[in-house]
């Protein structure tokens, strides 16, 4: 779906719409209990705590940054090379777990927050700014400890070799997405997004050979602008986006490799999902004139989305239920009984954003001692049971927050428009309710609408959008003006 920018001054009084929006926000951080500022003891760490200085140099390879333009929490830098037989993939990750003494009071408050919480007003930080945006973050030009990754693939994308350690790099540019992209379709591009592009188009296939399955769903972004308040992004993936995660996915399947083989870890793992839910996503495309060829696998098939077309909503609304069940699997001394992340179709772990997400640092610190031959520290060795439970948690707090914001926007965005008619798109429905998604403002609100067709286009009166709270109440068009029957975002 193209990108779409709704802009606040539409609405009558905007400076005071504003100010309400602004207060919802703030008034959101307290109602859910987020976290605030880290105490001394935290930032006194994050301040004073040196990392040992890594035994190699890699100071002489020209890693980059690629993240989405203004990042400063940079986790990851790539370089890429052609070998004899195919390609080497380096992949430099911050250095975290040498920044972060265990036991100590950062560690302590890293664990209760779980993972770095993005909302519109603002970040909620794993680790303190000057750690996350400063003294571990793979800025350029800036001498940085790393978990370096060298990852050998044959002439097809296939890994044949797999290594980490810990190394001094310094990265050379920081790319953001857009400019990439621009530089790769004009023509311009250098020599690392020229085998980004080769490598990651290998890897592509390689996923889909495997039996992988992805979702190509248009990215949805809550944006602050200082000219025009907020508006509401939602774009298609990039091909560099899609390119740049390949590495990543690279990488975290080396990981799980590694500790399957070392015998110690925390998987992420997913289950397939079962014959009920298979059939029930059957009868679904087929009713929106898309039907699935039963000797198609389901990755194949959702490979086949076209996620910019407004018209594939539903197909996507549709196939999220296939993806349910994710979660962390440790262990110590045999290895799970269901290793697998079955959207990645192979085992699989989380080692790439430490930065921002607090189990890295394990999987980092654990793969970095079997590749080594040396025994992995008795810290995350012992704490390793208590993982999946602080990532549930850490996971549903941002998914409230993330969702609580969304709704808030999305009500300043339709409180110009009450009483106005506006045209939807019938997202998923049951026979008493239709899930919607209005074309402009580009709003998502489920409705008391009987009998809704998936896929097809009703209009639809707003008739209440409340930004202190996030409720939006729509209603079908009666050919009478009756009485409008509620619905709540």
Aim: charged letters at 25%; a negative charge; aromatic letters at 4%.
């Amino acid at each position: 779906m193209p990108s779409r920018h709704i802009s606040l001054p539409r609405i009558p009084n905007a400076a005071d719409e504003r100010a309400a929006l602004e207060q919802s926000l703030a008034a959101l951080r307290d109602e859910l209990e987020l976290p605030g500022e880290f105490s001394p003891e935290a930032l006194a760490e994050a301040a004073s705590t040196r990392p040992d200085e890594p035994r190699i140099d890699l100071r002489d390879i020209p890693f980059s940054t690629l993240d989405p333009l203004g990042s400063k929490d940079l986790d990851q830098a790539f370089h890429l090379s052609r070998a004899r037989r195919g390609y080497t993939v380096r992949y430099a990750i911050a250095d975290v777990p040498g920044f972060v003494r265990p036991g100590g009071a950062l560690d302590t408050e890293a664990r209760l927050r779980g993972q770095t919480i993005y909302l519109p007003d603002g970040s909620i930080p794993l680790h303190p700014r000057s750690l996350s945006e400063g003294r571990a973050s793979l800025l350029p030009a800036e001498e940085r400890p790393a978990y370096v990754w060298t990852i050998e693939l044959d002439a097809d994308g296939a890994q044949t070799d797999a290594r980490v350690e810990r190394a001094l790099i310094r990265s050379r540019a920081q790319r953001d997405y857009a400019s990439a992209q621009r530089e790769v379709d004009d023509g311009r591009a250098d020599e690392q997004l020229m085998l980004l592009r080769e490598v990651g188009g290998l890897r592509t296939a390689q996923e889909r050979a495997r039996g992988g399955a992805s979702l190509p769903m248009p990215e949805e972004e809550v944006v602050k602008d200082p000219s025009d308040g907020y508006r509401i992004e939602r774009r298609s993936v990039l091909a560099v986006e899609d390119w740049n995660a390949q590495l990543s996915l690279l990488t975290g399947m080396a990981a799980a490799e590694l500790m399957l083989a070392g015998g110690t870890g925390i998987l992420r793992t997913m289950p397939k999902p079962d014959e009920a839910a298979i059939a029930r996503f059957r009868s679904q495309v087929a009713a929106l004139g898309h039907p699935w060829a039963p000797d198609i696998e389901y990755g194949e098939f959702l490979h086949g989305i076209d996620g910019a077309a407004p018209e594939s909503v539903p197909l996507l609304q549709a196939a999220s239920a296939l993806f349910r069940g994710a979660g962390y699997t440790p262990f110590d001394g045999a290895a799970p009984e269901q290793p697998s992340q079955a959207a990645i179709a192979a085992p699989y772990a989380h080692v790439t954003a430490p930065l921002r997400r607090l189990v890295d640092r394990w999987g980092l610190t654990i793969c970095a001692a079997i590749s080594a031959g040396t025994p992995v520290p008795e810290w995350a060795r012992a704490s390793l049971p208590e993982l999946p439970e602080l990532m549930r948690a850490s996971a549903q707090r941002a998914s409230r927050a993330e969702a609580s914001a969304l709704d808030r926007i999305e009500a300043a965005l339709l409180a110009p428009s009450l009483g106005e008619l506006r045209t939807a798109l019938v997202v998923d429905a049951s026979p008493s309710r239709a899930r919607l998604l209005l074309d402009d403002p580009p709003v998502v609100a489920s409705a008391e609408i009987a009998d809704a067709t998936p896929g097809s286009r009703i209009e639809v009166r707003v008739t209440a959008a409340d930004i202190a709270t996030g409720r939006i109440s729509l209603s079908a068009r009666e050919a009478d003006d009756a009485e409008p029957l509620a619905a709540t975002a």
